[in-house]
């Protein structure tokens, strides 16, 4: 190991090595969340609630891997400055990895804007849920196909250039997550039954009518009580 001047010198002396120590460093504050993807829609008031709940995590992640992103665009001038193989493939990487999480987690919150603004119809007859699922297609409008374009670019030039390396394997493992969601319908049954009325639900329908004979027999109990003699 080298005395720690050293390091701080090489940091110092080249921005790109700079910022990504510092993003590096900045991770440990990122947490990476597991976004909702089933949403309960027996109507479109439950389902705008539902969204709006998955929404406040989901906003606050992606202003994070913004804030990445930004840190790592200050070093992309001296990106090509970088002169030893494991500083360029440790910057692509780091830049390729943010731009794909970012334009999962920008994209899902446009996704989700748009559906509550404008419900889907279910097509299928007795769906009730949707659910979001990766796809290859780029959904949430230019500005999230610009993000995933760049984290393409990026990771796809740490395959070609560092080929059998880790740095390669993470790349590949990142392009092999799709950077796009398409919204799928479902029928949920226990959404189904938990939203269930009395005219279809059976279990209702018993509660019901066990509840109607307890109403009758306090009724008929208050008739026969004698009231004491004043």
Known sequence: YRPIKFYEEQLASNRAK???????????QTRVISPQLRFNAPNDN???????????PA???DYRLHQMELMLQEGEKDREKLTTPRWRASFDLAMG???ALRARAYGYNIVLAEMKSTPKSFQTKGSNAWRLVPSKEIAGGPQVRKVAKK?????????DEHQGTPWA??????LGTPLGWEWQEYRDASAAAKNGNGNNNP??????EEEKKKQMQKKMAEKKRVKPNL
């Open 18 to 28: 700079k910022v990504l120590v510092n993003t590096a460093t900045s991770t440990h």
């Open 46 to 56: 439950v389902l705008r609630q539902e969204i709006t709940e998955a929404q406040k």
């Open 59 to 61: 906003a606050v992640y």
């Open 97 to 99: 990895r943010v731009c």
């Open 151 to 159: 984290a393409q670019e990026y990771l796809t030039r740490v395959i």
């Open 169 to 174: 394997m993470l790349a590949e493992r990142e």
């Open 203 to 208: 279990n209702l329908l018993q509660l019901a």
